[in-house]
């Protein structure tokens, strides 16, 4: 009998990680009970999926929780708490670009509702708080957030990404007293900083709707909170990686929460004790849609790299963009670029390719 971990990412408009363990653990079950020891592990990378992944090896609870969008609209959305005092939050639950229905200026949007659950987890004594970063629709440094949590800035309310230029002071005084005893970390897959070609704005705006004049007026808000900082708390968020993340967010972490930054799928292999669900594993098969440079640089297949023997990995795909003769890897497009066809057949195309792999290395 071979042993199979399957710990894949998802693949991005077709398929989540738990999608991708349902599909294997049905063909499993239905035709190879005999031939295979499965075990399954959802992955993240601090983006979305995060808290089904957390959740799924971490014994907790969730606590749901009246909040608001980044459009102002009154939502109820999960965190998690584990630990007793730990939680984890996602930033795509709550202000995730998928929930923007562009009924206020895309400048507009705030982040205060990522406050309102960070507050909501202090009340109940969580000491340490987990923010996973990925797919956020603004733009505004955490500022809506920070006001939240008491960050009061020259009697101003309300304040958003096309205001940063305008802020000269604060006062953290209230906001220092709420999280003095509570430890924030930041979990992303990229490590851009705050400001510059390669910063929040210029990067991940684009395809966050704004326009070049609109990304020239953010970034100059972000580099005068960057130029605050470096007064009042000697810190420069142009050479802090993954400060830029979530549209600042990652910076308002590091500088005002005085947390740290993490790899995503760093932390989720720590917590899920993955060094030793590898062990004596004939097979660890990984993968995501569309499988190039980026997918080796800190996204979850570099992660998992960092811990397996390459023999053993088995890496299903969309599509190879790499040519790594140190691992299998196998396409389940098979060279069809319909996406719309693609996103159809999703479902049997990975199948088949599982099936096929079986067949060919677990049955003698």
Known sequence: MRKILLCSDSFKGTLSSLDIVNIASSLINKKYKKHIDLSTLLIADGGEGSLEAFSSFLKGEYINCDTIDAEYKSINVPYFIFDNNKAIIEVSKVIGLPLVTNVIKNTKRTTKGIGILIKDAIKRGVKTIYICLGGSSTNDFGIGLLEELGLKIENKNNLTGEDLIS???????????????????????????????????????????????????????????????????????????????????????????????????????????????????????????????????GKVISGILKYVDKSKVIIICGRNKIHDKSYQILETSNGITDFKYIKEHAKEMYELTLDNFIKNNCLD
């Open 167 to 297: 802020i000269k002071d604060y006062d953290d005084k209230e906001l220092n007293n709420l999280i003095k005893d509570i430890k924030f970390i930041g979990l992303s897959d990229v490590t851009n900083p705050l400001i510059g070609k390669l910063g929040a704005s210029y990067v991940f705006g684009p395809q966050k709707g704004y326009s070049k004049e609109q990304l020239d007026i953010l970034e100059k808000g972000m580099i005068n909170i960057n130029n605050l900082l470096k007064v009042r708390k000697h810190i420069d968020l142009a050479t802090v990686f993954g400060s830029g993340a979530a549209g600042g967010l990652g910076g308002c972490i590091y500088s005002f929460l005085n947390g740290e930054l993490r790899s995503g799928i760093d932390t989720l292999l720590e917590l899920s004790n993955f060094k030793e669900l590898v062990k004596n594993q004939d097979f660890i098969i990984t993968g995501e849609g569309s499988f190039d440079e980026q997918s080796l640089n």
